[in-house]
């Protein structure tokens, strides 16, 4: 049996320890004391990795982000398209002759057909949108690394971005406040976010959720990053949609799927599309279930990191994220994420390009203040602030609670420059064109790489400056190689449901259904409204006899019971009166 020999070691030695000693040497710095590096039992390589995980897990909201918010038609108009000839296939130039002529534009021209000219402007947007997603991620990430020291990255929030696009401005400007308006809204939201957290408001808030509603949180956020994980827009392709049950088993190959769309069938027997309907492209799966190429590519990316977190090796999800996204970038395959269409061609062209700068003309600085006296622009206002209050604090609150930072009160080290950070880069956000931003809840695979302080933010930040010049490449990052980290950062946030009392039923309703409306309303925010509207109509009852009794209208009940635990029909006295916790 051979052995490894002394001189063999040396290598893996003295790489040991020069990363022990740069650790060793950052910890005892201004920086690593700043950062509280010892303190909170990290090193300056962990918070780096931690980063990366982070990161590379986000990236993706790059591509997404911008896609969804063009889609809303940006500040393309009627104006950005082009006249064309009575029949497509002829040049203008050449558009002379019988039965020939030119058709101005109108408002048709946004939609199917789309007309080049604003397809062309849409071209423009969704770019200026990947750079304005990038620079309002890099300032917030390093807002709230300096100032809050927190491992927690930011960007543009997945569900506030799909509503306003797609209700509030509408697909290509159909809804009922434009695009310049809606930033307004988010603009003038965000300043209203800051100032309730500037003043400790939003903190007193956010005190005011149940405990209950609290701890479950976390677990259905880690549902929901699950299940994103698992469809086929941000994931694995796994969980597809079906008409009869909603959602079915999938993983079809995107040749066997079919897109989805509200219609309306007309008495001559056409068919089009509901008004205010959106077609959802390649949700439906027709044939060939569980054979998808990327599927399967995925599900080895999986066991990749599966296996890392079961040896307990770090960066376990840097390893699956890489080693899928590396496979994917070969084209002429079935596991491409560059097939051999024209939106492949396209986007295998801006991916070779590696490096390329581009500088935002058509959204930053686009507020216009012509809809602030109607009601919907209010009613948008309202909703982007109730969302973002129960949201974000939500999120944060969670983030805190996974990492071991949050104590028995809920209360953690920097969450007033934590409440500040994401205010502020609401506001930068809208200038710059992007929907509210918001900390990411991917923030929760780099504090399972170790990520503990500021450090893992500015890590985060750093990678996003680089975006500014390697867009292409980022943008490039497949679903189904963030969909497997995705999924098991759910399996680790899963574990805080083992701090809920479900012997009590009063506080084990409103914790199942804050957990489990999270991934079935895809929403945090409706998750938390659930569960505290919940607990507050169990706790009614106890809380208006504790009022009455109080003022001496009726006298306390003694001795057994008035509540019942639900648990195998026992009661039990000591729930009769339950305080609310908070």
């Not at 006298?555 to 908070?582: A, F, H, M, Q, W």
Request: proline share 4%; aromatic share 10%; glycine share 10%.
């Amino acid at each position: 049996m051979e052995t490894e020999s002394p001189r063999d070691q040396r290598p893996a030695a003295a790489k040991h320890s020069l990363v022990s000693h740069l650790n060793a040497y950052v910890a005892e710095s201004r920086v690593g004391k700043r950062f509280k590096l010892a303190e909170r039992n990290t090193t300056f390589t962990t918070e780096l990795r931690a980063g990366t995980a982070t990161f590379l897990t986000m990236a993706y909201i790059l591509a997404v982000n911008a896609s969804i918010l063009s889609d809303s038609g940006g500040t393309c108009s009627v104006a950005d398209c082009i006249p064309l000839c009575t029949d497509p296939t002829i040049p203008v130039s050449s558009c002379y002759g019988a039965g020939l002529r030119l058709v101005q534009p109108d408002e048709a021209c946004k939609f199917d057909p789309v007309n080049p000219g604003y397809a062309n402007c849409l071209e423009k947007v969704r770019k200026d949108l990947i750079v304005a997603t990038v620079a309002s991620s890099l300032i917030g990430s390093i807002i709230m690394g300096t100032f809050a020291n927190l491992p927690l990255a930011l960007a543009p929030g997945m569900g506030t971005n799909a509503y306003f696009a797609y209700t509030v401005v509408g697909f290509h400007g159909s809804g009922n406040v434009s695009y310049r308006s809606a930033l307004t809204a988010v603009f003038i939201e965000g300043l209203l976010f800051l100032f309730i957290s500037a003043i400790g408001f939003r903190a007193k808030l956010a005190k005011l959720v149940p405990k209950p509603v609290r701890v479950s949180s976390s677990a259905g956020i880690g549902l929901f990053l699950a299940f994103i994980g698992l469809q086929g827009n941000q994931g694995i392709g796994l969980v597809t949609y079906s008409p009869s049950t909603l959602v079915t088993l999938g993983a079809c190959p995107s040749s066997a799927r079919a897109s989805v769309g509200p219609v309306i069938a007309a008495t001559n027997g056409s068919v089009s599309l509901l008004e205010g309907g959106t077609v959802s492209g390649d949700i439906l799966c027709l044939h060939h279930r569980m054979e998808s190429p990327t599927f399967w590519l995925a599900v080895v990316g999986f066991i990749i990191i599966a296996y890392c977190l079961v040896k307990n090796i770090k960066g376990a999800m840097i390893y699956g994220i890489v080693f899928v996204t590396a496979v994917s970038w070969f084209r002429h395959t079935s596991v491409t994420a560059f097939p051999d269409t024209p939106s492949g061609d396209e986007a295998y062209n801006y991916f070779k390009n590696v490096v390329d700068i581009h500088l935002i003309k058509n959204t930053a600085g686009k507020l216009s203040f012509a809809s602030i006296g109607k009601g919907y622009f209010w009613e948008a206002l309202i909703t982007f602030l109730y969302v973002d209050i129960l949201d974000t604090t939500g999120t944060l609150y969670s983030m805190a609670r996974f990492a071991g930072f949050a104590d028995e009160n809920g209360d953690f080290e920097g969450q007033y420059f934590a409440f500040m950070s994401d205010a502020s880069a609401i506001v930068v956000g809208s200038l710059l064109g992007t929907s509210p931003v918001t900390a990411f809840i991917e923030s929760s695979t780099g504090i399972r790489e170790g990520g503990r302080t500021g450090m893992t933010a500015l890590t985060v930040a750093a990678y996003f400056f680089l975006a500014f010049f390697f867009t292409p490449l980022l943008a490039s990052i497949p679903p189904w190689a963030v969909g497997p980290p995705l999924i098991l950062v759910g399996v680790l946030m899963m574990k805080a449901v083992v701090e809920i009392e479900w012997g009590n039923m009063r506080e084990a309703i409103p914790a199942f259904v804050t957990l489990i409306l999270m991934p079935m309303t895809y929403s945090i925010a409706y998750g938390l409204i659930g569960g505290i509207g919940t607990y507050v109509v169990l706790h009614l009852w106890d809380w208006g006899e504790e009022l009455l009794q109080k003022f001496g209208i009726v006298e306390g009940v003694k001795g057994t019971g008035v509540g019942i635990n639900g648990v195998n029909g026992e009661i039990s006295g000591d729930v009769s009166r339950k305080e609310l916790e908070v």
